[in-house]
């Protein structure tokens, strides 16, 4: 059982920044593949990154050039950074987990997520 807790969310201007991290519990989080999803209000939740346990990442294209996919295993975090963020990049932002180095999904473990607000 993994237990994942996102912060970093807030309200920032067009073109600003904002660093994501998703804590994990466990001792196992090395192994673990971890991406990033978000929804919109209205919308379908996507993929937003994905990094697997060898350091491999991947990026939707909407967010790729923009956005940063990292991890520390010491720290059993996975982070976010976010960068020249747009108004479209609103939404909620969920931190996922899963044993099989997949990339957008099903992934077993949840976060709560964390609001992320882009004003124009």
């Known amino acids: 059982q993994v237990q994942l807790v996102e912060s970093g969310g807030g309200l920032v201007q067009a073109g600003g920044s904002l660093r994501l991290s998703c804590a994990a519990s466990?001792?196992?989080?090395?192994?673990?593949?971890m991406g990033w999803f978000r929804q919109a209000p209205g919308k379908e939740r996507e993929f937003v990154a994905a990094i697997w346990s060898g350091g491999s990442t991947y990026y939707a294209d909407s967010v790729k050039g923009r956005f940063t996919i990292s991890r520390d295993n010491a720290k059993n975090t996975v982070y976010l950074q976010m960068n020249n963020l747009k108004p479209e990049d609103t939404a909620v932002y969920y931190c996922?987990?899963?044993?099989?180095?997949?990339?957008?999904?099903?992934?077993?473990?949840w976060g709560q997520g964390t609001q992320v607000t882009v004003s124009s």
């Open positions: 466990g001792r196992t989080f090395s192994i673990y593949a």
């Open positions: 996922a987990a899963d044993k099989k180095m997949i990339i957008t999904g099903p992934y077993d473990y």
